[in-house]
């Protein structure tokens, strides 16, 4: 006899798998279609975040909206899956001039700019290539997520929830 689902998702990467969870959360009947392997996009994507375009020193586009997102989402798996999947080393720029630590500073000062960390760090000495002290600045708000960690905490999760494979 013949299964029915509600809906029929092609592919177990980051999309297709996120919106199972969801679509399962709304009492649909899901049937999620995958061809294992680890050369799968999702399987080798590093997982990495950064809110800020870093040749204008700007907000990634709808980085304010999206960011509050993704930690709800992904904090929400590792509660119910008991797994660690955020991680947040600190992403750092490095200045090569003067110029650019006067630009990081005054943007800094701009109200939407929420991801640019205020302190600039300095060092004596000069790196190969510099034309200043070793100077750099951080981040604020970046991360990563271990995406095979993810997806096989939230598929084991689905499969548990009576999603078909």
Known sequence: ?????????????????????????QGMKIALLDVAGLSSSSRVAP???NPVVFKRLT???LAHLLIPELMNHYIKVESI????????PKICKLFSEEQEIQL??????QEENL???KTIHRNEW???G?????????VEQSGYLDTNNYLDALIGNLILQNIHF
Not at 130 to 138: D, G, N
Request: with cysteine; aromatic share 16%; net charge positive.
């Open 1 to 25: 006899m013949a299964k029915k689902y509600d809906i029929l998702i092609c592919g177990a990467g980051l999309a297709g798998t996120t919106l199972a969870y969801y679509l399962q959360e």
């Open 47 to 49: 997982g990495v975040w």
């Open 59 to 61: 907000n990634s586009w």
């Open 81 to 88: 899956t008991g797994k660690t999947l955020l991680h947040f």
């Open 104 to 109: 990081w500073l005054k943007k800094c000062q």
């Open 115 to 117: 991801f640019l960390g």
């Open 126 to 128: 000069v790196a190969p």
């Open 130 to 138: 510099m034309k200043t002290e070793s100077s750099f600045a951080f």
